[in-house]
C-alpha cells in the first residue's frame, strides 16, 4: 500500500491495486512518512474499505480530529453491533464515532443530553439498546469516561439507523410513531403486552418498517381483496383496531393506508391479541 494522503500521525488513506481509496489507521503508522511511502503493514489497526468515495472522504475529515483510541473503541462496539444485528451501514462508522466523540467531549464538560426517547428506544429496540449499555462500558473502561445511560440509548438509535439506513431525525420520528401505535393497540383491545413473545417482537418489527414506509409515502398497493375480506372476517377486533391506526395517522400525518397495510397490521394485532392473557374478550 502507497500512502496517498496523511491525516495524522495515526491515519493515512492510501489507494488499493483497484486505484480505490481506503482509510488505514494504526498508532505512528504515518510517523516520519510522506505521501508516496509504503505503508508499514506491521503497524496496521484497521482498514477502512467503504462503499462509496464520499463515505471515504467524511470519514477521512472525521478521523482527521479524533483521538485514535475513540475510533478504535468505536470500531469494537460496530464489529459487536455487526455480530447481532447482522448487516449495518457503513455510514455508521461515521456517525456514531462523531456521536460519541461529542458525548465524550460532553460529558467531561458536564454538558451531557437528556434522551427524551430512553424509554421508547428501551421497549422497542431492546437488542440494540443492550448493545448501547454495554458501548458504554466499553468507553468507561478504554477511555475512561462515564456517559449516562441516555447514551445507551442513543447509540441504540444510532444502530436502528443502520439497519433502515436512515436519517436519524427520521429514526426519531418513527420510533416515535411507532409508541403512538402500541398505544392504540394496548388501549383499544385492553392488552397488557408480554414483551418476551415472539408475536410482540414480530408486531415490533413489523411496525419499524411499516412506520418508515409510511412517513416517506411508500405505501403497500392492494393486492388480493379476497385475501382482505378474509382476514377482516376472521380477526374483526384486530381489523377495527387497524382501521383506528389508520383514522389516527390520517388526522395525525396525513398519511393514507392501503386495505394491504390494514391487513397485514390486523395480522399481527391478531397474533400479539391470541397471546396476550389479559386480552378482553368481547
Not at 411507532?178 to 418489527?205: A, C, N, P, W
Request: proline fraction near 2%; aromatic fraction near 6%; hydrophobic fraction near 40%.
Amino acid at each position: 500500500m502507497k500512502i496517498a494522503k496523511i491525516l495524522n500521525n495515526n491515519v493515512v488513506v492510501v489507494v488499493d491495486e483497484h486505484q480505490r481509496e481506503q482509510v488505514v489507521m494504526g498508532r505512528g503508522l504515518a510517523f516520519q512518512k510522506r505521501s508516496g511511502d509504503a505503508v508499514d503493514e506491521a503497524k496496521i489497526e484497521k482498514v477502512f474499505a467503504l462503499q462509496s468515495d464520499e463515505l471515504i472522504t467524511r470519514l477521512s475529515e472525521l478521523l482527521s480530529h479524533i483521538p485514535l483510541e475513540v475510533m478504535t473503541t468505536c470500531d469494537l462496539i460496530i464489529s459487536a453491533a455487526k455480530a447481532r444485528l447482522g448487516k449495518l451501514q457503513d455510514s455508521l462508522y461515521i456517525s456514531l464515532t462523531d456521536h460519541c466523540h461529542f458525548a465524550i467531549e460532553r460529558q467531561q464538560k458536564g454538558l451531557a443530553i437528556r434522551n427524551v426517547l430512553l424509554w421508547e428506544t428501551r421497549r422497542l429496540y431492546p437488542k440494540e439498546y443492550a448493545i448501547g449499555q454495554e458501548a458504554i462500558e466499553l468507553i468507561d473502561r478504554r477511555l475512561g469516561v462515564r456517559l449516562l445511560d441516555d447514551e445507551a440509548g442513543f447509540i441504540a438509535l444510532h444502530l436502528v439507523n443502520a439497519q433502515l439506513n436512515s436519517e436519524m431525525p427520521e429514526v426519531m420520528h418513527i420510533t416515535q410513531v411507532m409508541q403512538e401505535i402500541l398505544h392504540i393497540v394496548k388501549y383499544q383491545l385492553s392488552l397488557e403486552y408480554d414483551e418476551e413473545t415472539l408475536s410482540y417482537q414480530r408486531f415490533v418489527t413489523h411496525l419499524k418498517f411499516f412506520a418508515q414506509r409510511m412517513l416517506g409515502r411508500n405505501v403497500v398497493p392492494d393486492d388480493d381483496i379476497t385475501l382482505h375480506s378474509a382476514v377482516k372476517d376472521n380477526y374483526p377486533l384486530a381489523w377495527r383496531c387497524a382501521e383506528k391506526i389508520g383514522r389516527h395517522l390520517k388526522a395525525q400525518y396525513q398519511r393514507d393506508l392501503s386495505n394491504e397495510e390494514i391487513m397485514f397490521l390486523s395480522i399481527h394485532i391478531e397474533r400479539v391479541r391470541k397471546e396476550c392473557p389479559s386480552a378482553a374478550t368481547r
